[in-house]
Structure formats: C-alpha cells, structure tokens
C-alpha cells in the first residue's frame, strides 16, 4: 500500500475584492475608492496558498465548488500558477463565486466586510469524491460558514460530521476550522464532527462558544483557562490535538495529555499591513508540520512564524515566504 502524501483542503473558497477608500461614508453619503485590487480568501483557498508558498514538499490538492464566471476563473488560475491540484474543484451556474467586498479606509487601516456566500452555499458532501485523492491530510473550512455542509438530519448530525467520518474511514487524518459567528449554533453545528476530527483549529472567541467558557476575564487571554477549554472539546471527541490561537500565543492540547504553548512573535505595528487570514496562516504552518511528522512545538513554530509572514501585506497569503525565509522571522522579531 503507497504511503498517503500531501494535503487535500475545501469548504469556503472566497475572492477578496479590496477597495482602499478615503474615508467611512455615513448614510447616503459618498466615499472615493483610491485602490482597488482582488486576492485570495476563505479556509481552503488561504491554507493551500500558504502552503504553496511556504514551498511545502509534498501534494497541495483543492476541493469545493466556485461559479462559472471571471472570481472562480481567477481562482481556477492561480491554483494552476502556484501548482495546486483543483481537478476536484467544482464549477456550477447556480450560483456565482463566493465574494467578499473589503472596504479599508486608508488612514486607519480599519476593514469592513460585506460578504456574499454564493457558490459555497451549494458545497455539499456529493461534491467530494475522496477516491480521487492520496493526501494524507484533508483540512475543511469553515464550518458555520457552508451551508451544505452545516445541515443537520433528523439524527442530529451534520453533512461535515458524515463527510469526516467518511474521510477517516478512507485513510486520511482529518483537520478542520471554523469562523468566528456571532450566534448560538456552535454546540449544534459544531459538536458533532467533533468525534470524527484529529485535529481543529479554532481561537479563543470560537473556544468559548463550543464550551461555554470565558478565556478573556476582564479582557485578558488566560491560557490556563485555554487549556481546560482544550481539555473540554478533547473530551467531546476529537483524537489528537486543539489548536487554540490568539494574537498573544498559541496553545495545543493534545489527547495524550501533552500541553505546548508558543508565544507569537514581536512583530512591529509599522510593518503590520493586515491582519486577515493570520489564522489560516497559522493552520497552513500548524499542518505542514504535522504532515512531516514533526513535533507539535516545532509545529506551532512554525504556524506563528507564518502568521506573522501573513501580516506584512493586505492580503490574505501574500507576505508568506519560502519555509526558511519565514523561520528566520524568529530571529528578527525574537521568538
């Protein structure tokens, strides 16, 4: 039997349409777009860039559903360009390529987003044929953000827990991430693919709902208290490992017991361009990894070196750097 190899990742495949704007408009009025430009976005998409660039040494295969117009053929390209496998990446006419207008004011730098779900609505479990893939790894995101995959049956289940089950019955160790939704569906959407993961990434707002606890007493991160959240979504299922990030440090609590911490690194507020996909960044680090079989404290540095890379540019993914350019980081901003 061939060794599995590589990364299979889907779920939310998103383009970032970012317009720099000189000011936030109130009601009615106007603001002038001073840039506009467009890039990746969404759990599949950033986690397979970043491990593209990153260099990885193994398969980076897509899988997901984008529309047949001009956003999923950018998308379809530059997976082509940066050498990811997107054949089980589907194209549909119901619906167009999930979009998300980024609206940045220039002399602040504050974002806000208004998104379309679009195609990723319509991804569901007969859009992924796993007979297709050797990976040794497959990572969805995110959940709470797919409809498709978010449904749940009379058996109190979602698609995503069947889909998971299914993945690790055929071989592959399973990886999943979620968004950060300002609802009370984390126990029932959430829950159930827990039994069926071995490993998810989450930070410490989305920890809380799962688990109904507090990691920001009086606004202040509390990794204790990140450790018994981990410990709680353990018991609910998942086989290996949480990972649980925030900007301050980065926890794994591991099934066996293992506890890792890592602080993140000092990155200077005059180099930070932005802030967003810094988690996915930190996934793609996390999982390149756990596919070479290192340890999980070499793993989590990694994913903080990456998540500071992700932090020199606007975009998502594009200040990541080959492996040992981003290692370096460590040196610079004094891990």
Sequence with gaps: MNERKGILAGGNWIIDHI???????GQDALANMLETSKANGGSPYNVLKDLALLKAPFPLEGVGLVGNDADGNY?????????????NLGITSEASTSFTDVMTVKGTGRRTFFHNRGSNDLFSPEHVD???????????GYLLLLAGMDELDKNERTQAS???????????LTSADVVSESSERFASIVSPSLPHLDYLF??????????G?????????????????????????????????????????GQNGQVETQTSLNVPAEK?????????????GVLFGLHEAWSISKCLE???????????????????????????LREDFQI
């Design 75 to 87: 998308i379809l390209h530059e997976c082509a360009t940066l050498g990811i496998h997107v054949q």
């Design 19 to 25: 317009k720099i704007i000189d000011a936030w408009p």
């Design 302 to 328: 990694l994913g903080v070196c990456t998540a500071a890379a992700s932090l020199f540019s606007p975009s998502c993914s594009d200040g990541v750097m080959p492996l040992s350019d981003v290692l370096k």
């Design 202 to 211: 989450l930070n410490e707002y989305e920890a809380g709902k799962i688990t």
């Design 130 to 140: 796993f007979a297709h893939s050797k990976a040794k790894i497959f990572h969805m």
């Design 213 to 253: 606890m507090d990691l920001c007493p009086d606004g202040k991160f509390e990794p204790e208290f990140a450790i018994e959240a981990g410990r709680k979504i353990l018991d609910q299922g998942v086989k290996q490992q949480v990972f649980l990030h925030h900007p301050e440090m980065v926890v794994a609590i």
């Design 162 to 172: 069947y889909l998971f089950e299914k993945a690790r019955q055929e071989g592959f």
């Design 272 to 284: 930070i361009a932005g802030a967003a996909g810094a988690g996915d960044a930190f996934a793609a």
